[in-house]
Structures are given as structure tokens and as C-alpha cells.
């Protein structure tokens, strides 16, 4: 499977986005996938994550901000950011939430006035 994200970009404070993955692959409709970020210095972490059913969780700093969808006609995952914080600058990555396919390179979000 191949990752691209996009949509990453420039944002201030309380501003909104919205992210877009692109998976290659037939086997997009039959797993869960997960955006995760990278914030510098510091680890990756799991932000949210949608199963083939369309269940969704999202971790506590995101929650009520961030919405994931996903879109199995046009193997793509998309997460709506808004209300976005500084703390929210990172490269956002989406992958598979278990099992992980090759990371792409992600796409930069920076929240800044």
C-alpha cells in the first residue's frame, strides 16, 4: 500500500483544514486506517481512526475539534481539523491503524498567528 497525504498548510489559531490521504491498494474498504502526527522533538502519536465500518475514535487533545471520514470509492481518508491550536503544528501521516504499511511523507501543518 502507498500513502500520500496533502493538504497540509499554514493555519492560525482557530482556523480550520482539511487533510486528504490517498491509499493505493484493493484492500482500502476492509481496514481500519488512522491519521497520526509528529510534532518536533517528539513521537509519533495516533490522532484518530476510522474501522471499515466506520466507527471512530480520536485521542483526547483532538476530540470535538477533529473529524476522520473516510471515502471507499476513491480509497481516500480525509481528516477535518478545526478550532486548530498551536499545539497542533505537526507532519500529519495516515496509515493503516494495525499493521502498518510504509509511511509516506506526511504533510506539514503549521498553526501559527
Known amino acids: 500500500v502507498q500513502l500520500q497525504a496533502s493538504g497540509g498548510g499554514l493555519v492560525q489559531p482557530g482556523g480550520s483544514l482539511r487533510l486528504s490521504c490517498a491509499a493505493s491498494g484493493s484492500i482500502f474498504r476492509i481496514v481500519a486506517w488512522a491519521w497520526y502526527r509528529q510534532a518536533p522533538g517528539k513521537q509519533r502519536e495516533l490522532v484518530a481512526s476510522i474501522t471499515s465500518s466506520g466507527s471512530t475514535n480520536y485521542a483526547d487533545s483532538v476530540k470535538g475539534r477533529f473529524t476522520i471520514s473516510r471515502d471507499n470509492a476513491n480509497n481516500t481518508v480525509y481528516l477535518q481539523m478545526s478550532s486548530l491550536k498551536l499545539e497542533d503544528t505537526a507532519i500529519y501521516y495516515c496509515?493503516?491503524?494495525?499493521?502498518?504499511?510504509?509511511w509516506g511523507r506526511g504533510t506539514q501543518l503549521t498553526v501559527s498567528s
Open positions: 496509515n493503516k491503524l494495525n499493521f502498518w504499511s510504509a
